[in-house]
């Protein structure tokens, strides 16, 4: 079973950026499909950025355009570069494979306020 340890989230203005990152242990990686997913209150946990094996991507359409995932194999860390960020995008962030079958791990807390 894997271990997933997320950080990176803090407060942000409108308008500004964040990256997340996500290290992954206790498993072999590389094999796997991985996802940014994220909840905001009230709100069920939502798939928003994906990133294959092979390194193809796919955005929810919320994100497209401004955020990027990515992942290091070699650290076993996938990555998510949040740009243009808005109020609407407060929530906390996880990584797991896709679809999620791994525990979760923490999250990490995204705020967007001025």
């Known amino acids: 079973q894997a271990q997933l340890v997320e950080s990176g989230g803090g407060l942000v203005q409108p308008g500004g950026s964040l990256r997340l990152s996500c290290a992954a242990s206790g498993t072999i990686f590389r094999f796997y499909a991985m996802g940014w997913y994220r909840q905001a209150p009230g709100q069920q946990r939502e798939l928003i950025a994906a990133i294959t094996s092979g390194s193809s991507t796919e955005y929810a359409d919320s994100v497209k355009g401004r955020f990027t995932i990515s992942r290091d194999n070699a650290k076993n860390t996938v990555y998510l570069q949040m740009n243009s960020l808005k109020p609407e995008d407060t929530a906390v962030y996880y990584c797991?494979?896709?679809?999620?079958?791994?525990?979760w791990g923490q999250g990490t807390q995204v705020t967007v306020s001025s």
């Open positions: 797991n494979r896709n679809p999620a079958v791994w525990t």
